[in-house]
């Protein structure tokens, strides 16, 4: 599980068009919204892409001024469950296709 709280801010002409496409962006979900173009969203891992790839692409929608990382929490799930018989994880967070 990988949870990347995010601050975005947006030109208030483009407010509308970027909620449009983050909301339509797999893994981004938006949490607050104020009227001078700020963005609380959450980020987190895909089956195909990392969170931290996903930033990346929201830093390219047209009128983002900012994106911040606020907030981290990474827990590896196969830790908190432990499996005796599962095979050892890859070193990589890449998800596996």
Do not use: W
Request: charged share 20%.
């Amino acid at each position: 599980m990988n949870i990347c709280g995010c601050l975005a801010h947006v030109a208030p002409d483009h407010t509308s068009a970027a909620a449009r496409v983050m909301k339509d962006t797999p893994g981004v979900e938006i949490h607050a919204k104020t009227e001078d173009g700020r963005f609380v969203v959450v980020v987190e891992d895909t089956p195909s892409r990392l969170a931290s790839e996903i930033i990346m692409d929201l830093h390219q929608i047209p009128g983002v001024i900012s994106l911040t990382l606020t907030y981290h929490h990474f827990e590896d799930l196969a830790d908190a469950h432990p499996q005796p018989d599962a095979p050892s994880p890859t070193t990589s967070r890449r998800p596996t296709q």
